[in-house]
């Protein structure tokens, strides 16, 4: 069975950092894609960071580009993202995912962890 | 959002509700998957589609999948009260290099 468990989020101030991240189970780490997606308060969802696995290309939205970093450390598989000069609207719960699929295009999240939840407040 | 939604939708039980999810050609129109996902409140989203019509194991034949140019819906029939939930759809964006979600839809039984 596939598990996900993302852990370190919290409350922290604006321009500070935060690293989080998602113990993976139940399948060959290395082989699959993983992604951060967010959902703000009471909105939709988000897609974050993507990170490809074996050939490590990294992707990021817009708004966190030089802010946050994905990385995976393959000996204790776990998935994470580094936070940096985190500001309010960043404020949202973070889950990790698996993705799938043949083609990155084609790539959707079919295991997703239970989220954990980031506040950027003074 | 990149991908464009209804905010909501209703129906009474046993009915049908189409959700649709209204892309461009450089996401649906090109040939990007469109994938689907239900959130039921304070819980993470579980896939319910994939590559257009796909269902995981799992997921009820009552819920279809169906893409046309730079469109894609969403259909559940013989509705149930546990049915209410938020439903996104998702793709992948080869302008933004972005995996991209519709801003969702909530799913109200009558």
């Known amino acids: 069975e596939v598990r996900l468990l993302d852990s370190g989020g919290g409350l922290v101030q604006p321009g500070g950092s935060l690293r989080l991240s998602c113990a993976a189970s139940g399948f060959n780490f290395v082989d699959y894609a993983m992604v951060w997606v967010r959902q703000a308060p009471g909105q939709g969802l988000e897609w974050v960071s993507t990170e490809t696995g074996s050939d490590a290309y990294t992707f990021y939205t817009d708004s966190v580009k030089g802010r946050f970093t994905i990385s995976r450390d393959y000996s204790k598989n776990t998935l994470y993202l580094q936070m940096n000069s985190l500001r309010v609207d960043d404020t949202a719960i973070y889950y990790c995912?698996?993705?799938?699929?043949?083609?990155?295009?084609?790539?959707?999240?079919?295991?997703w962890g239970q989220g954990t939840l980031v506040t950027v407040s003074s | 959002s990149v991908l464009t939604q209804p905010p909501s939708v209703s129906a009474a039980p046993g009915q049908r509700v189409t959700i649709s999810c209204t892309g461009s050609n450089s996401n649906i129109g090109a040939d990007s998957g469109v994938h689907w996902y239900r959130q039921l409140p304070g819980t993470p989203p579980k896939l319910l589609i994939f590559d257009n019509n796909h269902r995981p194991s799992g997921i009820p034949d009552r819920f279809s999948g169906s893409k046309s140019g730079t469109s894609a819906s969403l259909t559940i029939t013989g509705l149930l009260a546990d049915d209410e939930a938020d439903y996104y759809c998702q793709s992948y964006d080869s302008s933004l290099t972005a995996w991209v979600f519709g801003g969702g839809t909530k799913v109200t039984v009558l």
């Open positions: 995912a698996k993705a799938r699929g043949l083609l990155l295009e084609g790539w959707h999240f079919d295991s």
